[in-house]
């Protein structure tokens, strides 16, 4: 079941409960948490925590995400990606910031993009 919760901090943030399932897109303009499972998209201009038994099959576009489940499929994060030591990553992961704790398991590539005030050296353009 999809709900919109609020936190200890009085912020609004959406959730899919663990045992409920989504098939298909997931447009959010605040935090989402998944403890459930998705098939598809979600586009997210908040936070996206997929939980301990969150499973995402498709793509995450967001600000920031914390995955402490499973994601399988691409994932583009406009600022900080966590991976947790319990998440399982397997996809393309496009990021300004990674953070990987101990046993986290990612299975893919990942490209980090260059801050705009950062200059390339000419050998490395």
Not at 29 to 39: L, Q
Not at 75 to 90: F, G, M, P, Y
């Amino acid at each position: 079941m999809a709900k919109e919760i609020v936190n200890n901090t009085g912020a609004m943030y959406n959730a899919l409960t663990n045992g409920s399932k989504i098939v298909g897109k997931i447009i959010a303009d605040s935090d989402f948490r998944i403890d459930g499972e998705v098939e598809g998209t979600i586009n997210c201009n908040g936070k996206v925590v997929i939980g301990q038994k969150g499973i995402l099959k498709g793509s995450i576009s967001c600000v920031n995400a914390e995955i402490i489940g499973t994601v399988e499929g691409d994932i583009v994060v406009s600022e900080t990606l966590s991976l947790r030591s319990t998440a399982v990553i397997k996809g393309e992961v496009t990021t300004k910031i990674l953070v990987v704790e101990p046993e986290a398991v990612f299975d893919g590539t990942c490209s980090m993009r260059v801050k705009s005030n950062t200059t390339i050296p000419e050998d490395k353009k």
